[in-house]
């Protein structure tokens, strides 16, 4: 079995992913764009699963599409689809995470360098700590609450209405604002903490290794305060960023199972296997 596998860039897309997010929104004529947007925050913990398409540009990887159900409670599962557009055959991956392991597919791709194995398993509790390899099983983005992104928007200081739009028939209310990433670390240090400020400060130091200083984001919320569509973008050190999340069933049943095992590498053994060696 060869040990070169295209894997990190797959894996680097799903990390991409978690620069962009989701959440509920509240669209009410009785309130100003600034509470509007604090009401969508707030409805943001009480999403329970969803299913969204996503498109753009991330930096490094280019143009990028995506297809994706998760589960956010009681138990964090997810499946996604994901191209990235600019990188030809190589360039496509699907990722599952089932009960705290993730599973990396590549299709024909990865089967070829992998013994005829089309998936490669990641379990964090066997792999042990090490960041670069969390980082290569996508543990941070899979583990992550993808509403937590939207909740940005509350701390913008010139948050505004832009106007209603009708998006896959769903009349929507647009709202825009900018915000410097200094902004929303200071906006944690008025919170009461807990896993949601933890989630938010990961998010924060990622944009920062990204090289944004600075967010301009973009939510449409429906009248059932719940987004839509969501949109980000920055200048990054190497590229732009420019992220669409377009959301559908929300709070619908989301099943996730795990790829066969006979079609599954499992990392761990694969690296004791090269230790050994």
């Known amino acids: ?137 996508a543990a941070k983005q899979a583990d992550r609450n993808p509403a937590t992104e939207s909740t940005f928007l509350k701390d913008a200081k010139d948050v505004e209405e832009v106007g209603t739009e009708r998006i896959d028939g769903v009349e929507t209310t647009h709202y825009t604002g900018t915000l410097a990433l200094d902004d929303l670390r200071a906006s944690l240090k008025d919170g009461k903490g807990g896993p949601a400020a933890e989630r938010r400060e990961k998010n924060i130091e990622r944009y920062e290794r990204m090289g944004v200083d600075k967010l301009t984001m973009d939510m449409w919320v429906d009248g059932d305060d719940h987004t839509k569509r969501f949109r980000m973008r920055g200048d990054a050190d190497k590229g732009p960023l420019d992220m669409t999340i377009t959301f559908h069933d929300v709070n619908k049943p989301v099943t996730v199972e795990a790829p066969p095992a006979a079609e599954t590498a499992d990392l761990a053994e694969l690296m004791a296997g090269l230790g050994e060696s």
Do not use: H
């Open 1 to 137: 079995m060869r040990s070169s596998v295209p894997v990190a860039g797959l894996a680097a897309l799903v990390l991409a992913a978690g620069a962009v997010g989701c959440s509920k929104g509240s669209e009410s004529p009785s309130l100003s764009p600034v509470a509007a947007v604090a009401k969508a925050a707030r409805s943001s913990e009480d999403l329970t699963s969803f299913r969204y398409t996503m498109t753009g540009k991330v930096p490094e990887q280019g143009r990028v599409e995506a297809e994706a159900s998760m589960q956010v409670k009681p138990d964090i599962a997810m499946s996604m689809k994901m191209t990235a557009l600019d990188r030809g055959e190589e360039g496509t991956a699907e990722f599952r995470l089932v009960d705290k392991v993730m599973y990396v597919g590549g299709g024909a791709e990865m089967a070829k360098e992998m013994d005829g194995k089309s998936w490669l398993k990641f379990d964090l509790a066997a792999l042990g700590g090490d960041e670069e390899l969390n980082q290569l099983g």
